[in-house]
């Protein structure tokens, strides 16, 4: 099964507004991910947040991590039409390989 | 500096045909890792390799073996291809962050 899973499943918005997902994961981590992958293209690292931070910025994103509630979140601010894409968050428990949730489709309509 | 290489970029096969899907990566990374990609089922992992002359099964290794021929090169074969392998298959190398190639898309019929 998938140790992150993202919500929503997929969210259209207006350029200009934020679009906020969430991930949900079930073991301790050392490090939460998120990807980016446009459609027919590889994924593509965004940013890492470490289980002892709880906020972190990166441009017009915003990642936030509650490892008590074992959550993450992913803000993108001011949406432009090229940020639509398949946003993915991964899991670093130190043990294996990353684990990735199922992905939520970004759909920016300008 | 190309990142992380695959090849190829398409392929169909019959059902019972072999194959292998090449990777290649030039940022002296350890860890390389092959993961498959079905719609609506994010990436699952087939194999990884922690270290050169290693390799472990993930969560869908049935099916499929791999070499990790050297630091750069991780391959993965198809050695009896099924309908049930066609998928878009990624490679990817982490230090920390992982790179990942552009992906083959596989059409096993």
């Known amino acids: 099964s998938q140790q992150g899973e993202e919500d929503p499943q997929a969210l259209s918005i207006q350029e200009g507004e934020n679009a906020t997902m969430n991930c949900s994961y079930k073991?301790?981590?050392?490090?939460l991910q998120w990807y980016r992958q446009n459609s027919g293209r590889g994924l593509v690292h965004l940013i890492l947040?470490?289980?002892?931070?709880r906020e972190k910025h990166s441009g017009r994103l915003r990642v936030t991590l509650d490892t008590s509630k074992k959550s993450s979140s992913l803000l993108i601010t001011a949406s432009r039409a090229a940020d639509t894409a398949s946003y993915f968050c991964?899991?670093?428990?130190?043990?294996?390989?990353?684990?990735f949730g199922s992905g939520t489709r970004l759909q920016v309509q300008p | 500096n190309a990142g992380v290489t695959q090849t190829p970029k398409f392929q169909v096969l019959k059902t019972g045909q072999s194959m292998t899907l090449q990777c290649a990566q030039d940022?002296?990374?350890?860890?390389m890792y092959w993961y498959r990609q079905d719609p609506g089922m994010g990436l699952r992992l087939i194999y990884y390799?922690?270290?050169?002359?290693?390799?472990d099964k993930g969560e869908v290794p049935n099916g499929y073996n791999v070499s990790r021929l050297n630091k750069r090169e991780f391959s993965l074969r198809l050695e009896s291809a099924a309908p049930s392998q066609t998928s878009v298959y990624f490679c990817?190398?982490?230090?920390?962050?992982?790179?990942f190639g552009q992906g083959t898309r596989l059409t096993v019929v």
């Open positions: 991964a899991t670093d428990t130190g043990r294996r390989a990353l684990t």
């Open positions: 947040i470490r289980s002892n931070e």
């Open positions: 390799s922690a270290s050169e002359g290693t390799t």
């Open positions: 940022m002296n990374h350890n860890s």
């Open positions: 990817a190398s982490t230090y920390t962050e992982a790179f």
């Open positions: 073991t301790s981590i050392n490090n």
